[in-house]
């Protein structure tokens, strides 16, 4: 099993908070990983990833409001290159929009954990990442849950957890996600 193109985490990390050996649960740290990410971008009605996107102007307008955030460059306007073309990177508003339509191409997005390089330096924020984590570990720890009621066994590792931890985990991913969701009018 592989990471999925939109993993706001890494199977390192979950490990870690795991307190568990690499290699031990890869496929359910990687599954809980990808189902994690693809919950919090249901949450946050986004996709994170850094990747070009097109977006089409229908009706004249001076202000374009680019639904992917953060914009980091506009490629082109109607296939031409989009030089001297000035742009608020957090909110996606492109000012002094003087044509009755059109299609905008831009890249906007964070450079995942996972895509990280030594010239490529990740800029998701630590508090989506975090989200993602609570929710991996918590999901990979539901499913090696043992049998003794509310005692979750990783190989010679196992933690307690109360009845009302489901909830608390789920609140605490909100918590963290809210500043990143996308309000859509």
Known sequence: MTLADNALTTPDEVRNRLSINE?????????????ASDRIERMCRRSFALQEHVYRVRESTSTVFLPNLPVVEIISINDE??????????????????????VIRYRAGYVLPKDETDANKRTL????????????????????QGT?????????????LEPHQEASVLDEVKSLLEPYRMIHI
Not at 23 to 35: K, L, P, S
Not at 83 to 92: K, S
Not at 148 to 160: A, N
Request: a negative charge.
């Open 23 to 35: 290699g031990e649960f890869d496929n359910a740290i990687i599954r809980a990983i990808n189902v």
């Open 81 to 102: 290159p989009a030089t001297d073309v000035e742009f608020d990177a957090e909110t996606g508003m492109i000012q002094k929009w003087f044509c009755t339509g059109g």
């Open 125 to 144: 924020p630590y508090d989506i990442e975090e989200a993602c984590i609570r929710l991996a570990s918590h999901m990979v720890s539901g499913w090696l």
């Open 148 to 160: 003794e009621g509310g005692k979750v066994k990783l190989g010679d590792f196992s933690i307690e």
